[in-house]
């Protein structure tokens, strides 16, 4: 060992103890007869002392070379600090160096290794190496493991068993697509890299395993957007023998189990709120349930007057920002302008003021008297002091700006803490969603999820109105699970595939062994997977998932880091019968 | 629920209880007038009990309908068995049913789920989910749960981290070919799939991650022999600040952990053997230990006299059998085929029995006398009753061929107990090892291992005799284990690389980044990483792996369940750039 106790060990109590250390500069000073250096590992930072009447003259000059992130052993004696410092967990005690080892020399970082650092992300991503001695990452790291350990521990003891399902497999259309590998040894064939490992937990269900889990990578070669990774990791699970009750209280315990041990917090029963009422009242499938400002929808209470906007549209919503009442004119207009931006994609808003004294002031009083606005403070639930805001449209459209709208006033009020937790079962999916590109109705869950008893007959008539046993696990206004119960019969999934678009042939290939299987004796089963990377960052209160992944790549699907893809050579190329075909 | 209690759990102390169970039905017998039928989940087998009598007619109709297989949930009251089975964990009791719904049918299976199955490889290969029914892999893929929860328990307590690395990596040469990945989003370019995680945990050394393990799968596009799997799981493990002699301890302590939990069995501090001195005594670097036969060189005691095929030979070996002296002629003819078989490859084999009177009678009495033999007997360690046996030529290929034939006799002589277990560690590896086809030295381990100190100058000189930091951990004759100390400065790493034939640019090309990484206070660092597929299998008392891997492949690469690899659309070969260029 190069070191008998860590940077992040040493305590009053360790006084007069000789220790060998290891670690890197943080950071020294050198007052010329004595020089101070911050060392620092992963547990922490103890400062070294050096000086001339107590330290050899050879060792103090090699003190004086040290530059930031060098690499040194010391040893020395644990001496009471003069000047102790309460921040510091080693703050009550420095070390009096006797001897100092270079071990490894050190560049000048193209960034500091501070929590806050000067370097912006594109040169940490390159670096990421650097990065991740800086304490917002490394920690983040230890978190992550600190979760996953709870997960499996959780799981195991509930008689979970985790099954590693293979990485080379076959296309599973879920919706994006799939990354492939050419085999060598199967000429033109491809593996494909999984998507989830769906058909292979439902595969363990078919094969009595009964209580599968499995933290593992999947991938999707998508369009990057922000925060979206090619490759990312799941907690995914399945049970047989259960209802959708079993499988909600099961997950329902290992999130309260995380919340508990990761975050100190104890969480009542989460509450559960069906697809349609969440789209409703939030216009959105997760809705983020920390604060209220729920939607009013105003039709009734605002067609019955010239204003042609409302009028013609065919959903008109308010909601009640509580306090908006002092917003000026000038921040209203900065919120108009905010809704018309493309991204949200209004054409305008509609406000009305509730004054203190039980009065309204709207930016449509010439349609709407005092007897009508207090109809849309009713319906919205504003209270005196509110700004009650009105979009209207199209019912999709105007549902999603006005999400967009809550989510933006409530960051802005400050509603969204990161500390306070707030679950949320989302259930009763459709089982089937149309496409607006192809106009087909496509799954919404994927092809293996089970519509609701007796149903199954709508499929023909009434398609979008089928419900499916489907779920979702939200928190704080983010999906991190979902899940549904499977479908587990051969009649039912290939009644499915075929409403999917799939021909018996396409069905046979895709799917047949997994409806063979379903002839053996499948058991009911169904099941859920979290997103573990956006399930840690929330957990640690954090709103991106960059820094909770050791190595993730930029939105063009790169490792800036070790610079990949790259191309590889023709005679590699060759050995997979393989030609590129690159249009100029 | 579908169920009160599982299969496996009922005793006599739940007699009179009312229960509910759901399972596979394992087999029934029909006396007309009652009608037995073992039900069978993943926990075990209850005995279920329909009689004229006590069961309405309906339901006893519907329990003579069971077939094999089928899925069922009965309802009904434990009661005491009349004839109990002392070797069913249930065996104190029976249910008697009251209702009973047939959850699914099932196909008559293509093997009996059992044990003993009629089933050959093949078959259950493609019903992979049907032989996961099976206790023996059942219980196989519970066993590798218990041994990966075992390890990361014990490695995080230990302060290890687990990190997950990308898989969507660059090429790194590890002596294998990658898999590689096209990547749509950057045109002609690949990404390549993990041989190891190797570069990524150093580059998290460099971090200041200090430990890390993560287990992981790994790819290698090799052609397959038996046992091996172009993807496959390593517990990967990386230090920083150690030595060789902490890396053997830690990870000693890993395994001794493991053996006492999962096999109960306390292990003596593991020895230790010179890589040089395996070659010598065992002919091979993962001598199995848990028996003798340990090589005796006998070139000074044969080459004295005329008998040319040992005055040719470079070296000549001769090993002690164990109460060999009572193998027939015939017996031993056999032996001499056996080692005459082009896999083992020898062109002959001497043979000299030790009799019980001291005398000794070899096939070459013609050349050696009983003074000469007794030399024999003396060098090779050889007991009254024992028989020598003795192969000579090139000294690499004379060690594999005695190796192998000493493996054959233990295996023939039961010495190879899966119940013992005789951990070894193999250290001091060359760093080099010379390649056949290509006449290069290439890297043993792979080339960020470390050159032992003051060895770097031998490797223009006596490049085969550069020793590395470098070990195996072996178990029973099997490689589990092995690892290194690194090279952690840019300018060793250059000039090992340059020994290997990386022109600079290549070198920069592909490990400019880890270099790069060196040049910012990279810690001294060292790791080892464990197979886990094979660790799995010997710590469960089994020599091949293929059991304790859920869906494995053929040995064309190929998962015949679902029948992958296969064949892509030309629309996904045009998104990805590529052309499919196969030779008629």
């Known amino acids: 060992m190069y070191r008998s106790h860590s940077c992040g060990e040493l305590r009053a109590s360790h006084i007069n103890t000789k220790v060998t250390l290891a670690g890197w500069v943080q950071k020294s000073r050198d007052k010329g007869f004595m020089v101070w250096v911050d060392l620092r590992d992963r547990y922490g930072i103890t400062q070294l002392i050096f000086d001339e009447e107590r330290t050899p003259k050879d060792i103090i000059d090699k003190a004086k070379s040290l530059g930031r992130e060098f690499v040194v052993q010391v040893k020395g004696t644990v001496i009471e600090r003069e ?15 006797s001897d100092l080892q270079i071990l490894n020399e050190s560049k000048l970082p193209p960034f500091t290794i501070e929590d806050k650092t000067d370097g912006g992300e594109d040169i940490r991503m390159k670096y990421r190496y650097l ?24 799981l195991s003891e509930q008689e979970f068993i985790e099954v590693e399902t293979p990485y080379l ?3 599973t259309p879920e919706g994006a697509r799939d990354f492939v590998v050419p085999s060598r040894m199967n000429e033109g064939q491809f593996y494909a890299l999984p998507q989830s490992p769906q058909t292979f937990k439902q595969l363990l269900m078919v094969g009595g395993m009964d209580k599968y889990f499995q933290i593992v990578k999947c991938f999707r070669d998508e369009d990057l957007r922000a925060d979206r990774q090619p490759e990312f990791t799941q907690i995914d699970c399945e049970m047989a023998f259960v209802t959708q009750e079993d499988i909600l209280n099961i997950f329902e315990g290992l999130t309260r189990h995380l919340l508990k041990e990761i975050d100190g917090v104890e969480v009542d029963k989460f509450p559960r709120m069906l697809f349609d009422d969440a789209m409703r009242l939030y216009g959105n499938d997760k809705p983020d349930i920390r604060f209220g400002m729920e939607f009013g929808e105003l039709n009734a209470v605002t067609q019955h007057k010239d204003f042609k906007v409302f009028n013609d ?6 909601i009640a920002v509580p306090g908006g009442n002092a917003y000026t004119r000038k921040e209203i207009d900065n919120i108009i302008t905010w809704v018309k931006r493309p991204q949200v ?15 309204f002031k709207s930016s449509v009083d010439k349609f709407y008297d005092q007897e009508d606005l207090a109809k849309w403070v009713e319906v919205t639930g504003a209270k005196p002091g509110d700004l009650v805001c009105v979009l209207s449209g199209e019912t999709s459209k105007v549902r999603a700006q006005m999400s967009a709208l809550r989510m933006e006033l409530a960051e802005r009020l400050g509603l969204r803490d990161p500390k306070v937790f707030a679950p949320l079962w989302v259930i009763d999916f459709p089982l089937l969603e149309l496409d607006e590109e192809t106009g087909h109705y496509q799954a919404m869950h ?11 007959e709508l499929l023909d008539s009434k398609p979008g109105e089928v419900k499916a046993n489907a779920y979702d696990l939200v928190l704080n206004g983010n999906e991190i699970g979902g899940g549904s119960i499977r479908i587990h019969d051969k009649e039912t ?9 799939f021909s018996e042939e396409e069905a046979k290939a895709q799917f047949g062994f997994l409806m063979d299987a379903f002839e053996y004796g499948a058991p009911p089963h169904g099941g859920l997977a979290f997103g573990l990377d956006r399930l840690v960052a929330i957990l640690g209160g954090q709103e991106t998932i960059r820094d909770f992944i050791a190595f993730p790549k930029n939105n063009s699907g790169r490792d800036v880091m070790i610079d990949a893809p790259a191309f590889i050579d023709d005679e590699q190329l060759q050995e997979l019968s393989l030609k590129l075909d690159i249009q100029e």
Chains 1, 2 share one sequence.
Do not use: W
């Open 131 to 154: 990065d991740i001695r800086r304490n917002p990452v490394k920690d983040s790291l230890i978190f992550r493991h600190k979760v996953t350990m709870e997960v499996r521990k959780y």
């Open 446 to 456: 994927h092809p293996f999820t089970s519509p609701k008893p007796g149903q199954l």
């Open 169 to 171: 497999i076959k296309s």
């Open 493 to 501: 999934q290939a009644t499915m595939l075929k409403h999917l678009g």
């Open 313 to 318: 549209a065919e959903l008109v919503i308010g």
């Open 83 to 97: 000047s102790k410092n309460d921040k510091m967990a080693t703050g009550a005690v420095e070390v009096l160096v």
């Open 345 to 359: 994609g209004a054409l305008g808003m509609i406000y009305c003021r509730v004054n203190e004294d039980g009065s």
